[in-house]
């Protein structure tokens, strides 16, 4: 996953930015790299957002939830055209956690595109809404904190102790989490930072004085879903007969 700094934000109201026209160019890009379908070419404005892409895949059995097939994106705002193309075949071949997607799993597929928004720099690591934001988190490895004279058991996240430890480290660990995942796990602020931490790749103990030296940015989203039938649909409305 490639987490870089923004470098020019985009900011929006509405959650219409997102559209299924995005989806549609995701699963069309996988689609024709799978088989050899010729692509459609994208109609939507090539404007510029950074942005993720997901595949998950859904449930045989009523009422379960689809199961993450894949996720990756990009923090540097992308044209939209190539960078959805090129971060569905990423996410969909080359997300460590998972196989690559083969074209048997097609039929069972359902792709989301998150275009994101709104990013803000957070006063503190609690300094966010659930539901609302993403959040990105960078901090220096805890593996090389300075031994700190204060208890972390008096810390707080909003302490104001005239000693913060300094960090030399040139390691910096990140990590994110977009806007729909903390609510689906149910997590309250402090264990998504911690969860977070987690999957920035830091094991050891967990304390007040590393969650404070959390920098966290929070964003929001504008996403839309599609799944196979409607790609299958939308193939056949722009003159493909053969799917």
Same mark, same amino acid.
């Given at each position: 996953m490639s987490l870089l700094a923004v470098a020019g934000e985009t900011t929006i109201e509405d959650d #219409?930015? =997102?559209? %299924?026209?995005? =989806? &549609?160019?995701?699963?069309?890009? +996988? *689609? =024709?790299?799978?088989?050899?379908?010729?692509?459609?070419?994208?109609?939507?404005?090539?404007? %510029? &957002?950074?942005?993720?892409?997901?595949? !998950?895949?859904?449930? #045989? @059995? /009523?009422? @379960?939830? /689809? @199961?993450? @097939?894949? =996720?990756?994106? !990009?923090?540097?705002?992308? #044209?939209?055209q190539d960078g959805i193309a090129e971060y569905a075949l990423?996410?969909?071949f080359k997300d460590s956690r998972f196989s690559r997607i083969e074209e048997k799993e097609l039929p069972f597929l359902e792709c989301c595109v998150s275009l994101l928004t709104n990013f803000e720099d957070a006063s503190s690591y609690l300094d966010w809404t659930i539901g609302t934001h993403g959040? *990105?988190?960078s901090f220096p490895d805890p593996v090389l904190y300075p031994t700190s004279r204060s208890s972390s058991s008096a810390s707080t996240p909003f #302490?104001?102790?005239?000693? +913060?430890?300094? &960090?030399?480290?040139r390691r910096t660990l990140t990590a994110t989490y977009l806007p729909d995942v903390i609510p689906a796990q149910g997590w309250d602020k402090i264990e998504a930072v911690e969860s977070a931490m987690r999957k920035a790749g830091w094991a050891g103990p967990i304390s007040e004085d590393t969650r404070r030296s959390v920098k966290l940015r929070r964003y929001q989203s504008s996403k839309c879903t599609v799944d196979w039938d409607d790609f299958v649909q939308w193939r056949r409305d722009n003159g493909d007969d053969t799917i």
């Open positions: #219409s930015t =997102c559209t %299924k026209a995005h =989806c &549609f160019h995701a699963f069309d890009a +996988l *689609y =024709c790299a799978l088989t050899d379908s010729m692509p459609i070419p994208p109609v939507f404005p090539d404007e %510029k &957002f950074p942005l993720f892409v997901t595949w !998950n895949t859904r449930s #045989s @059995r /009523p009422g @379960r939830a /689809p @199961r993450l @097939r894949g =996720c990756i994106g !990009n923090f540097e705002p992308l #044209s939209l990423i996410s969909a959040i *990105y988190i #302490s104001s102790s005239s000693f +913060l430890p300094r &960090f030399t480290s």
